[in-house]
């Protein structure tokens, strides 16, 4: 991606054209910005509304969903199987469930920070953040899970691959991919494997979406939803 800046008179160091690597930045980006969402999202559900506090975190939030909008708008549109979600009001009605989620990721702290907010919604969460113990897990546990959510960047096996490796153990089981903006084309060609993506950055309400979506299309259910206050 080559980002130009416009000449002006007071910085005459802005008229160099500056090579980025699109697919990394946008990667690294991504996955900061579903960092912050997710935990702004977590520290405004134990803020008390109408404080200070409050109020300054949701400034954050907002800030950080109109980073997630941009990005989406420069390196990712049109994202397979993937509908970007308007941010969460104060007073949104989220779908949720009691169902167990294995979910798997590479860096520890959004896989810690997406338990947390799959657990707000009521699910059971198990978390692992080695893809080949996590596939060992769950052959040995293989009708303790309703759904599989895989993050493609990872060592040894990649989401996709471990999502090949899961559905033939049980093809029925939902399996989702978190990928970021610059590898939405790359995640399409996986639909073999995969039931949706998580097309990062996210919050909690494309989330909580994609998951009751992909279990309620899994067993033909009717949605649950919880009231966030």
Request: hydrophobic share 45%; net charge neutral.
């Amino acid at each position: 991606m080559n980002t130009a800046f416009p000449k002006t008179a007071a910085q005459p160091w802005a008229t160099e054209t500056i090579d980025l690597p699109a697919t990394d930045l946008a990667y690294k980006l991504s996955s900061i910005l579903t960092a912050v969402i997710g935990y702004t999202e977590l520290c405004i559900d134990e803020s008390q509304k109408g404080t200070l506090s409050h109020g300054r975190l949701s400034r954050v939030l907002g800030a950080a969903n109109q980073g997630k909008e941009l990005i989406h708008e420069i390196l990712g549109p049109g994202q397979p199987d993937s509908e970007l979600a308007a941010p969460r009001s104060e007073n949104a009605w989220l779908p949720s469930g009691t169902e167990n989620i294995f979910l798997v990721g590479a860096d520890w702290a959004i896989v810690e920070m997406q338990q947390q907010l799959l657990e707000s919604l009521g699910y059971k969460v198990v978390i692992r953040t080695c893809s080949m113990e996590a596939l060992e897990a769950f052959r040995q546990n293989k009708a303790r899970f309703d759904a599989v959510i895989a993050d493609m960047a990872m060592p040894d096996l990649s989401g996709d691959q471990l999502a090949l490796e899961v559905k033939k153990i049980r093809p029925d089981i939902p399996v989702l991919l978190s990928v970021g903006p610059a590898r939405a084309n790359r995640a399409g060609s996986n639909k073999a494997h995969a039931d949706g993506f998580l097309a990062k950055p996210l919050g909690r309400a494309e989330m909580a979406k994609a998951v009751r979506s992909a279990l309620d299309r899994s067993r033909g259910s009717a949605a649950m939803y919880l009231y966030s206050a």
